[in-house]
Antibody
């Protein structure tokens, strides 16, 4: 069974940094493309970014609102996905979900999310 | 860049057919995907590639796409189908799009 467990969320002041983790199990993590999707309180889903497998080059892509502030990385030996968030803004507040991506088309498995609150 | 537009809400009585639309210039070049999100839970994929149903998803859910509009169809809607539904597609350059979401009420 695929399991994705996010951690690392919390309360952070504007301008601060935070690193989220996603522990993966039940599938071949090293071969998987992975993504982060977020959801502001009471709002819709927003794609944050994606990382390909090392076999596919390990490249990353990001949504415009987070580009150059957020960075996705992976540790295939530890089956863990990371999201480094820098220069945090109030509008970055929300639930952050870790997902698998099927063939770069859709998000087929989701974690339960970790909540990030950016507030002074 | 592409955008996906959904109605904010749809309401039906139990047993009726609910139709949730998603319009955007991404279609028909790109596939539509649909996610269900119940209150306090993570989203779940219910339709992929316009009209395919993942294993474990009830046959009540189906999808269609024509021109610049994709539609999620819930036949014989039940109270347990209530929630928020999001359409999704891929953008023009290695990105992913979501519609604004539609709140389905069954009562």
């Amino acid at each position: 069974e695929v399991q994705l467990v996010e951690s690392g969320g919390g309360l952070i002041k504007p301008g601060g940094s935070l690193r989220l983790s996603c522990a993966a199990s039940g599938f071949s993590f090293s071969k998987a493309r992975m993504s982060w999707v977020r959801q502001a309180p009471g709002k819709g889903l927003e794609w944050v970014g994606r990382i390909k497998s090392e076999t596919d080059g390990g490249t990353t892509d990001y949504g415009a609102p987070v580009k150059d502030r957020f960075f996705i990385s992976r540790d295939d030996s530890g089956n863990t996905l990371f999201l480094q968030m820098n220069s945090l803004r109030i509008e970055d507040t929300g639930m952050y979900y870790c997902t698998t991506i099927h063939r770069d088309y859709y998000f087929d498995h989701w974690g339960q999310g970790t909540l990030v609150t950016v507030s002074s | 860049s592409y955008e996906l537009t959904q109605p904010p809400s749809v309401s039906v009585s139990p047993g009726q057919t609910a139709r949730i639309t998603c319009s955007g210039d991404a279609f028909p070049k790109k596939y539509a995907y649909w996610y269900q999100q119940k209150s306090g839970q993570a989203p779940v994929l219910v339709i992929y590639e316009d009209d395919k149903r993942p294993s474990g998803i009830t046959e009540r859910f189906s999808g269609s796409s024509s021109g610049t509009m994709a539609t999620l169809i819930i036949s014989g809607a039940q109270v347990e189908d209530e929630g928020d539904y999001y359409c999704s597609s891929t953008g023009s350059s290695a990105n992913f799009l979501f519609g604004g979401g539609t709140k389905l009420t069954v009562l």
